[in-house]
């Protein structure tokens, strides 16, 4: 059983430049969540997806999306980046709206 | 925004020694988790405690909920160095979908 992966581990993006960040759920998962983890902070929720659909949203702008794939591989896309976008941003996968997540390491990503 | 508020923000302790650290929330539920960071990197589930249950025990960790106080509380029995890490509760809202809302975390140091 493999875990959750996250790709690339560290990003460094100036601002107003797009972004896309890459999740692979663990084997048999079919909901994936993605948070937004400021230093020193909870994770913050940003949306879910369960198969394929979104299936939930926190209070994040429009600039945030994403896709979940047929094989339940996920990608957050964030456009205009802001300084305040810098962060360290959490895929975690879960099965048929189980309620344990199972996290990757995360992606940081730094917005100069 | 953030459901639940963890207390004390940090704890220091000797090796041996119990912890305890306290979570408040907002808003009904249905179940209350207990997750683990080291280190800034993904989080690792540790216990899930359900709204119709007052205590579960897992290992060294003892969680008690009482939802008419929206609290719960997380007990870390003879602590090791390798516990030190950040610890999170996280609520599930009764709402439609698996929104799983993180606290702010205590930082727990485990002095060997």
């Known amino acids: 059983e493999t875990g959750v992966t996250q790709s690339p581990t560290h990003l460094i993006k100036t601002r107003g430049q797009q972004v896309t960040l890459r999740c692979s759920s663990q084997s048999g998962h079919n909901t994936v969540s993605w948070y937004q983890q400021a230093l020193g902070q909870g994770p913050q929720f940003i949306f879910q997806y369960y198969r394929e659909e979104e299936n939930g949203r926190g209070n994040f702008p429009p600039r945030f999306s994403g896709l979940q794939f047929p094989n339940y591989s996920s990608e957050l896309n964030v456009n205009a980046l802001e300084l305040d976008d810098s962060a360290l941003y959490l895929c975690?996968?879960?099965?048929?709206?189980?309620?344990?997540?199972?996290f990757g390491s995360g992606t940081q990503l730094s917005v100069l | 925004s953030q459901q639940g508020e963890e207390d004390p923000q940090a704890l220091s302790i000797q090796e041996g020694e119990n912890a305890t650290m306290n979570c408040s929330y907002k808003t009904s539920i249905n179940n209350l988790q207990w997750y683990r960071q080291n280190s800034g990197r993904g989080l690792v589930h540790l216990i899930l405690?359900?709204?119709?249950?007052r205590e579960k025990h897992s290992g060294r960790l003892r969680v008690t909920l009482d939802t008419s106080k929206k609290s719960s509380s997380l007990l870390i029995t003879a602590s090791r160095a390798a516990d030190t890490a950040s610890y999170f509760c996280a609520t599930e809202d009764t709402g439609g979908y698996q929104k799983v809302t993180f606290g702010t975390g205590t930082k727990l140091q485990v002095i060997p």
């Open positions: 405690i359900r709204s119709n249950e």
């Open positions: 975690a996968s879960s099965q048929n709206l189980d309620k344990s997540l199972f």
